[in-house]
T-cell receptor
Framework: DAGVIQSPRHEVTEMGQEVTLRCKPI?????LFWYRQTMMRGLELLIY????????DSGMPEDRFSAKMPNASFSTLKIQPSEPRDSAVYFC??????????????FGEGSRLTVL | QQQVKQSPQSLIVQKGGISIINCAYE??????FPWYQQFPGKGPALLIA?????SEKKEGRFTISFNKSAKQFSLHIMDSQPGDSATYFC????????????FGKGTKLSVKP
């Protein structure tokens, strides 16, 4: 089975540009998470959805960041305008129903963003 | 505010040795403690997990030891192999949370042949 699919794998952009990161969760999974990974701060949860509804967006750093999940098989994380401090690896993860019992998150391979 | 503190940041172990990574937490309302393994260029993957009602869990060469009173838990890798070289993250989940994992900052393990 295909895992969590993220695109693009690498993105280099200039400060002020809009960046859109995409994620396709594993079919049948009803939880979707966006994490950001940096050397300084490690893995940070940005936002997560359950059944396409945002549950907790308290980790979204500021209004420049937005995330949507229009259907069960697709989510986007958008940064507008981007800044150099947004440079990081962004991970999408999904989990099946019963997350409280199983606890396992399935991560994609990440999107490495560099903002010049 | 970091709620899960992980040490060491990096670790070098000889093949066949024991690798030990430690984590400490402050929030007593955590109810699930997983360890994730990440290889370069890949996303983290669940390695092993424990709930606070047990003190130890073993899966193959990997063991979690959990000390509820000290609010500490550790990962032991027995007979470490070069293929175990990766970054390891401990994490904790708040009771009542559906999936919000709080991760430690990671330990980069290198196993020398």
């Amino acid at each position: 089975d295909a895992g969590v699919i993220q695109s693009p794998r690498h993105e280099v952009t200039e400060m002020g540009q809009e960046v859109t990161l995409r994620c396709k969760p594993i079919s049948g999974h009803d939880y979707l998470f966006w994490y950001r990974q940096t050397m300084m701060r490690g893995l940070e949860l940005l936002i997560y959805f359950n059944n396409n509804v945002p549950i907790d967006d308290s980790g979204m750093p500021e209004d420049r960041f937005s995330a949507k999940m229009p259907n069960a098989s697709f989510s986007t994380l958008k940064i507008q305008p981007s800044e150099p401090r947004d440079s990081a690896v962004y991970f999408c993860a999904s989990s099946p129903p019963g997350l409280r019992r199983t606890g396992e998150l399935f991560f994609g391979e990440g999107s490495r963003l560099t903002v010049l | 505010q970091q709620q899960v503190k992980q040490s060491p940041q990096s670790l070098i172990v000889q093949k066949g040795g024991i690798s030990i990574i430690n984590c400490a937490y402050e929030n007593t309302a955590f109810d699930y403690f997983p360890w994730y393994q990440q290889f370069p260029g890949k996303g983290p993957a669940l390695l092993i997990a424990i709930r606070p009602d047990v003190s130890e869990k073993k899966e193959g060469r990997f063991t979690i030891s959990f000390n509820k009173s000290a609010k500490q838990f550790s990962l032991h890798i027995m007979d470490s192999q070069p293929g175990d070289s990766a970054t390891y993250f401990c994490a904790a989940r708040a009771r009542g949370s559906q999936g919000n994992l709080i991760f430690g900052k990671g330990t980069k393990l290198s196993v020398k042949p």
